[in-house]
């Protein structure tokens, strides 16, 4: 079974500033996704940024960029230029993909324990 | 277009009743998920439909957890006999199922056991 660990539960940053949110997981699997979702206190879960395994290229979103260890398993999303509706709670995930019938894909979510970001004027 | 809608948004139960929890996902998404979150138990996965068949309801914590999907489209999480544990924000996703592994996530149901 795979396992996700955010070690931070809480973070804060200035407005403008960088920040970094730490994600590892273990997993035996070679090819997974990786994911991190954004839940503002509207619960509405809002993907940040997805890293696929198979590619070694950092994914990067806008202001959002991740730092992919494969070999250390490690996921952590860097934050730049930190705006106050970046608040929110952020959810590393892991997914392993399944290809079902007709060519379906599918793969459910398992979620670390989330970090409470909390952006400061 | 519309987004994963989730009905009702809050709901007030007593222990011992039954609950009926909706989800619409986004039109054309085959694929549909069932996530709990609660305080002690964090995040976690209940059940996947595709289609209308759900070949993983390896997440549902107990058989007072039932689920269906009726028509590919709308589907209802019951719970039977609810307990104070079931407290929790009920959330549902949904993701196209083709070459696709973006799950769309509903507002969520927060459920409260009294």
């Known amino acids: 079974a795979q396992t996700v660990t955010q070690s931070q539960p809480e973070m804060s940053v200035q407005e403008a500033e960088t920040v970094t949110l730490s994600c590892t997981y273990d997993t035996s699997e070679s090819n997974y996704y990786l994911f991190w979702y954004k839940q503002p206190p509207s619960r509405q879960m809002i993907l940040v940024i997805r890293?696929?395994?198979?590619?070694?290229q950092n994914a990067t979103e806008n202001r959002f960029s991740v730092n992919f260890q494969k070999a250390a398993k490690s996921f952590s999303l860097k934050i730049s230029d930190s705006q106050l509706g970046d608040t929110a709670m952020y959810f590393c995930?892991?997914?392993?993909?399944?290809?079902?019938?007709?060519?379906?894909?599918?793969?459910?979510?398992?979620f670390g324990q989330g970090t409470i970001l909390t952006v400061h004027p | 277009g519309a987004g994963v809608s989730q009905s009702p948004s809050n709901k007030v139960t007593e222990k011992g009743k039954d609950v009926e929890l909706r989800c619409d996902p986004i039109s054309g998404h085959t694929a549909l998920y069932w996530y709990r979150q609660s305080l002690g138990q964090g995040l976690e996965f209940l059940i996947y439909f595709q289609g209308n068949s759900a070949p993983d309801k390896s997440g549902l914590p107990s058989d007072r957890f039932s689920a269906e999907r009726t028509g590919g489209s709308v589907s209802t999480l019951t719970i039977q006999r609810t307990q104070q544990e079931d407290s929790a924000v009920y959330l549902c996703?949904?993701?196209?199922?083709?070459?696709?592994?973006?799950?769309?996530f509903g507002p969520g149901t927060r459920l409260t056991v009294t």
């Open positions: 890293q696929e395994a198979y590619k070694q």
């Open positions: 995930a892991f997914m392993k993909p399944f290809t079902g019938a007709g060519g379906t894909s599918y793969g459910k979510l398992t």
């Open positions: 996703a949904s993701s196209p199922g083709i070459s696709s592994y973006e799950q769309y």
